[in-house]
Nanobody
Framework: QVQLVESGGGLVQAGGSLRLSCAAS?????MGWYRQAPGKQRELVAT???????NYADSVKGRFTVSRDNAKNTMYLQMNSLKPEDTAVYYC?????????WGQGTQVTVSS
């Protein structure tokens, strides 16, 4: 098992930036960020492995950067050039032995 705690959400104007953090209670090979907007399904934002292989949704490529500090068991999401359509609850995800774990989520709101 693993516990995941997100932080860093908030309210920002369009074009602004935010940085999310996800602290894990143990080392995890595969981690990622997902988001869920009201009335929509949860969707992938970005994933990263412990060897720093990354994957991004097309909608965030070139604007968001996922990274991790393995010494701190922490993953980050740097979000730049934010758009109102990025408004959602952002969830940290970890996959261990095919089991999926989620954080509590952090709200990101982008005003136009």
């Amino acid at each position: 098992q693993v516990q995941l705690v997100e932080s860093g959400g908030g309210l920002v104007q369009a074009g602004g930036s935010l940085r999310l953090s996800c602290a894990a209670s143990r080392r995890v090979f595969s981690m990622g960020w997902y988001r869920q907007a009201p009335g929509k399904q949860r969707e992938l934002v970005a994933t990263i492995t412990s060897s720093n292989n990354t994957n991004y949704a097309d909608s965030v490529k070139g604007r968001f950067t996922v990274s991790r500090d393995n010494a701190k068991n922490t993953m980050y999401l740097q979000m730049n050039s934010l758009k109102p359509e990025d408004t959602a609850v952002y969830y940290c995800n970890a996959v261990i032995a095919l089991e999926w774990y989620w954080g509590q989520g952090t709200q990101v709101t982008v005003s136009s």
